[in-house]
């Protein structure tokens, strides 16, 4: 499924292993956000997410581990914001 203007996911605790790739742009009034549940502790392992064209979208409370780049912003990719992650911590 596509994401739409004013969309939140909500991870749930866990490890996730698929790398991503985020094409879907939100708007400056309703950007798109992924964040972690109330409570959860969802890690990001190994992987590369990649923010090709995607704009006005909010990242937040993500932990990324064990990856050489944890976010890609392709050229096009603008007005995006990252809050609270972790990333790339080795362990």
Same mark, same amino acid.
């Given at each position: 499924?596509?994401? @739409?203007?004013?969309?939140?996911?909500?991870?749930?605790?866990?490890?996730? @292993?698929?790398?991503?790739?985020?094409?879907?742009?939100?708007?400056?009034?309703?950007?798109?956000?992924?964040?972690?549940? @109330?409570?959860? @502790?969802?890690?990001?392992?190994?992987?590369?997410?990649?923010?090709?064209?995607?704009?006005?979208?909010?990242?937040?409370?993500?932990?990324?581990?064990?990856?050489?780049?944890?976010?890609?912003?392709?050229?096009?990719?603008?007005?995006?914001?990252?809050?609270?992650?972790?990333?790339?911590?080795?362990?």
């Amino acid at each position: 499924g596509r994401l @739409e203007p004013g969309d939140t996911v909500y991870m749930a605790e866990g490890t996730y @292993e698929e790398a991503v790739t985020l094409t879907d742009s939100g708007t400056a009034d309703r950007p798109i956000v992924i964040r972690s549940a @109330e409570g959860q @502790e969802p890690v990001i392992l190994g992987v590369t997410w990649k923010l090709k064209s995607a704009s006005h979208l909010v990242l937040r409370d993500l932990t990324f581990r064990d990856c050489s780049a944890a976010l890609y912003f392709g050229r096009d990719a603008s007005a995006n914001l990252v809050r609270g992650a972790s990333s790339c911590s080795a362990f």
